[in-house]
């Protein structure tokens, strides 16, 4: 299984050595050719969505992520991934989230919790998060919650945190998306 990684900006490294634990072999997107290679999967890493949507644009490979992903090409978006899936940018997810929805003193910290079809006690690590504010259409099903909020959701293929996986020592949300892959869930 081969996954893209977009590694324009933020937390991509840790990305690609999870899925290397879990025996599938990453490559790196940081230009349009890199894209035009054959791909299963694509991970959209945390960071600072205004500047890799400034990136993915000036690259010219916003239309071609966004027409692959519509087209049904499985995709996971952490935190600022999250944010390039939502209404307000790709808008391939039916999601409306609120960015730094945490505020400056609480943008960082971290908790564990369940998250439906992965498991319990799901550590999450969010920095300077958002979460989802609704959830705009029945396709999309939200996958966890934290003190009220939306902090994951799923819709086809798509599947969206607004914590950090990759940043804890705990495989099952990138096997899970792994499994949306081959379409064992
Ligand atoms: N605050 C960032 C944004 O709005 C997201 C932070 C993150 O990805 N850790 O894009």
Redesign the pocket.
Known sequence: MRIAVLALQ??FIEHEQMLRRLGTEPFEVRQLNDWQQSKDGLILP?????VQMRLLSQLGLLEPVRQAIQEGLPVFG????M?LLSESHLATMAIRVR??AYGRQLGSFHTCGTVSGVGTEVPMTF????YIEEVLSPCCEWLAEVDGHIVAARQHRQLATAF?PELDDDPRLHRYFLSMISGKT
Not at 78 to 81: D, N, Q, V
């Open positions: 933020g937390a945390g960071g600072e969505s205004t952490t935190c600022a991934g944010i960015r730094n920095i300077r998060a958002p950090h």
